[in-house]
C-alpha cells in the first residue's frame, strides 16, 4: 500500500508498514506479514459433542486467513492466545503439486507478545495426498 500526501507543494510519497499487510497471507518464500492469532484449538474434536481432543496435535488459525496444524502438542502454540500479534514467514512450498491442490506451505511463526516460534505446514498432509 502506497500513501501520498502534499505537503508545502511536494508530493511526499510513504509506503506503509508490514502491519498494513495484515490482510493477506506471504506469497514468497522468505516474505513475512504480521498477522494476528484467531484461535488456537486442537487438531481433532468430537465428531458428535464438537469439544476439542486433548492430545490430538495443535492447530492454530490467524486472522489474514492462515492455518497450521501439527499432529504433535506444540508448546508455543498452545501459549499463544486470541489476538496475539505474530509474525508468519513463508519458508516453502512444495513443488509438482496437482492444479488447484495449494496444501503442504510451511510458515514460521513467532508470536510477538511470548516470543515462542514453531515451524508448522498448512494441512495434514503435502498436495497430492491423502
Known sequence: MIRTAIAFGLTLVVAAPASAREGRMPRHVGECVVTHVRAVETRLEDGVTHEALAGSGSAVRFTNGGYQVSYET???????????????????????????????????????????????????????GA
Do not use: I, K
Open 74 to 128: 506444540v508448546p508455543a502454540v498452545e501459549a499463544s492466545r486470541r489476538g496475539d500479534p505474530v509474525r508468519m514467514c513463508l519458508t516453502s512450498v512444495p513443488q509438482d503439486c496437482p492444479p488447484g491442490d495449494n496444501r503442504g506451505r510451511n510458515y514460521r511463526v513467532t508470536n510477538l507478545r511470548t516470543h515462542g516460534s514453531w515451524r508448522l505446514p498448512d494441512a495434514e498432509h503435502m498436495c497430492g
